[in-house]
């Protein structure tokens, strides 16, 4: 299965271009950051990884993102090879944007809406990174519960028979 999610920020405004059939074509580079393990310390590092994004996903990226947006991609791992003008062989490694979600912008000066933001969670060397624990119920709380004596279906009218023909799978 070759399939990648990646969840940063665009380093660079995107690139928009056309193909010599029309196709449009947006290369993106999305800054995700490397989280540092507490135990070993270090500073924190950051990817800068190349994506392409093709047609309408392409226009719609060119239109609504610049540097400093926060996107989740979607996509697959593409490699590829070409003969430089130096006739050196290179080498290319991109990641095929199936899906790119807008989740936001480094700064929202304007009053325009913008889809809330979410950020990985930072490890320090000093102190563990620990999850929220659970909610706990004591015996004097009672856990939420449903009535589940009654029939929750009852008023929906009249009962429909169906054959295992009718169903499509």
């Known amino acids: 299965m070759n399939k990648v999610i990646l969840i940063g920020r665009l380093a660079r405004d995107p690139e928009l271009r056309t193909t010599g059939s029309g196709v449009s074509m947006t290369r993106f580079t999305v800054a995700v950051n490397r989280p540092v393990n507490p135990q070993v310390g270090g500073q924190p590092q950051t990817d800068f990884i ?19 947006s926060q996107v989740a991609v979607d996509g697959r791992i593409q490699t590829g090879s070409y003969d430089g003008t130096d006739g050196q062989k290179r080498y290319t490694t991109d990641i095929v944007a199936d899906n790119v979600t807008f989740l936001g912008s480094r700064a929202n000066s304007d009053n325009s809406y913008s889809a809330p933001t979410y950020s990985a969670p930072s490890f320090s060397a000093n102190e563990p990174n620990y999850p929220e624990p659970m909610p706990t119920y004591s015996e004097s709380q009672s856990m939420p519960s449903t009535d589940v004596s009654e029939d929750p279906f009852k008023d929906f009218g009249e009962e429909i028979a169906l054959s295992d023909d009718d169903l499509p799978f």
């Open 50 to 68: 190349s994506c392409i994004a093709w047609r309408r996903q392409a226009e719609n990226i060119a239109k609504y993102c610049t540097k400093g």
